[in-house]
Nanobody
Framework: QVQLVESGGGLMQAGGSLRLSCAAS????????MGWFRQAPGKEREFVAA????????NYADSVKGRFTISRDNAKNTVYLQMNSLKPEDTAVYYC????????????????WGQGTQVTVSS
């Protein structure tokens, strides 16, 4: 079992930056692939970014490439999502998730989920 707790969300003006954190507890964090997803009102949950257990491989949705950066600190059992040049369309609840198998983008590929943190970007 892995427990995940997100933090760092808030209200930001367009063009601003936020850094989300996801603290993990439970089984060995460093053996998990980690992902960030988001869900806007009335929309399905969508992939944002993922990172391998080592941190050497990452994957991003086209909508956030060049603006968002995923990273992890295995010593702190934490994964981060640095979000720059925020846009109103980035407004959503952001979730972190973990899976033990591979660097994947599918919601169904992930076994453990946090409770989410709200990010609101005003124009």
């Amino acid at each position: 079992q892995v427990q995940l707790v997100e933090s760092g969300g808030g209200l930001m003006q367009a063009g601003g930056s936020l850094r989300l954190s996801c603290a993990a507890s439970g089984r060995t964090f460093s053996s998990y692939f980690m992902g960030w997803f988001r869900q806007a009102p009335g929309k399905e949950r969508e992939f944002v970014a993922a990172i391998s257990w080592s941190g050497l491989s990452t994957n991003y949705a086209d909508s956030v490439k060049g603006r968002f950066t995923i990273s992890r600190d295995n010593a702190k059992n934490t994964v981060y999502l640095q979000m720059n040049s925020l846009k109103p369309e980035d407004t959503a609840v952001y979730y972190c998730a973990a899976n033990s198998r591979a660097l994947r983008a599918g919601v169904r590929e992930y076994d453990y989920w946090g409770q989410g943190t709200q990010v609101t970007v005003s124009s």
